[in-house]
């Protein structure tokens, strides 16, 4: 038996990824493609997207689950101006990596049969970065974080998600982690998700500029130009070891963050004329 197959099969338990992003699908969209990944994208609630992978790329290098999903994030995240949130599980281990523009991505991890294994404060530290309330919804994170013998790791997370309900999340029925791919991507179909595919540099590029773009503009209507400026050269000086750690370590959602650093950063730096003013 191929063991790919064995892994998504009902007698083991299933290696797989759901990428939430605090975003229209719209803005998704264009990020989602610099991925270079065949992916679902569907809207998830108010203010919410999903992206479902159709295929399994952690399985065609030496990157595990978490952290493709963690660089997928950290991309979008950046791309978007928005928080990315990946929530990933395999057979020994489930978690989820919040990513938040240029801060420091944060996770928490369980073991299968649910024994927390992350940081109480890194739980407090995505709580805060979503905007939760800090004493209703803390203390309805706070339980995961505490032995359980009655919550396996799928638990855990389906507990996550329904305190992210309160933020206007709604994941479409069916699609649910520790679900096995196949269920998942037949879920996301059902709910009418679209396929996000690679289309080349040229499109790709020219979608995420058109996005770019839009956000610069408002982003300029609300502060000095030379403060836009200021984050221009910030991002460029970001994104060049970005795109390098990437290359060297052929990570597509690294590539992706860099070259998105670049873009915004270029877009920031140059001359503006007859627009706004």
């Not at 982003?219 to 000095?224: I, K």
């Given at each position: 038996m191929n063991p790919e197959n064995a892994v998504?099969?009902?007698n083991a338990t299933p290696v797989g990824a759901l990428l939430l992003c605090r975003a229209e699908p719209s803005a998704v969209r264009p990020p989602a493609q610099l991925l270079r990944e065949r992916q679902l994208l569907a809207p998830a609630?108010?203010?919410w997207s999903v992206l479902v992978p159709e295929g399994k790329p952690w399985r065609e290098g030496d990157e595990p689950v978490d952290r493709v999903l963690g660089g997928w994030a950290s991309a979008v995240s950046v791309a978007t101006n928005r928080p990315a949130l990946a929530l990933w599980w395999d057979g020994e281990r489930s978690g989820f990596t919040l990513a938040s523009g240029f801060r420091r991505p944060v996770g928490y991890v369980w073991l299968t049969d649910?024994?927390?294994a992350g940081e109480d404060e890194a739980v407090h530290t995505f709580a805060a970065r979503l905007g939760l309330d800090p004493v209703l919804d803390v203390q309805s994170l706070d339980p995961l974080t505490r032995p359980d013998s009655e919550a396996d790791a799928r638990a855990r997370l389906l507990g996550l998600v329904a305190v992210l309900a309160r933020t206007g999340l709604r994941l479409p029925p069916g699609l649910?982690?520790?679900e096995a791919g196949e269920a998942l991507r037949a879920a996301a179909r059902g709910a009418g998700a679209e396929p996000v595919e690679w289309a080349g540099w040229r499109d790709?590029?020219?979608a995420e500029l058109h996005a770019v773009e839009e956000g610069l503009d408002h982003?300029?209507?609300?502060?000095?130009a030379d403060g836009a400026r200021a984050l221009g050269a910030a991002q460029l000086a970001a994104g060049v070891p970005a795109v390098l750690h990437g290359l060297r370590r052929?990570?597509?959602g690294w590539l992706t963050a860099g070259a998105v650093l670049l873009l915004n950063g270029g877009l920031a730096l140059r001359p503006r004329t007859g627009r706004g003013r």
């Open positions: 998504d099969s009902g609630g108010d203010g649910g024994t927390p649910a982690p520790g790709a590029v020219r982003w300029l209507r609300d502060r000095e052929r990570d597509a």
